[in-house]
């Protein structure tokens, strides 16, 4: 939980352009990410992130 609150404190102190450009990047196959207001684009991230970790972790068991 450590991880989400690091990347939630590094994506609070991003503009809204740093957000955009850092999921174009990060999630190239996932630009929908980076609609919205800089709040929802913040827990669109996290969710993502959440959820690839709940993935991992069901297919690991």
Do not use: C, H, W
Not at 13 to 40: C, D, F, H, Q
């Amino acid at each position: 939980m450590e991880n989400f609150n690091q990347l939630k404190r590094k994506l609070d102190a991003m503009s809204v352009p740093e957000l955009y450009e850092y999921v174009r990047v990060k999630y190239p196959e996932n630009e929908e990410l980076a609609l919205g207001s800089k709040k929802i684009i913040i827990r669109k991230i996290l969710n993502f992130e959440r959820n690839l970790l709940n993935e991992l972790e069901t297919a690991g068991q």
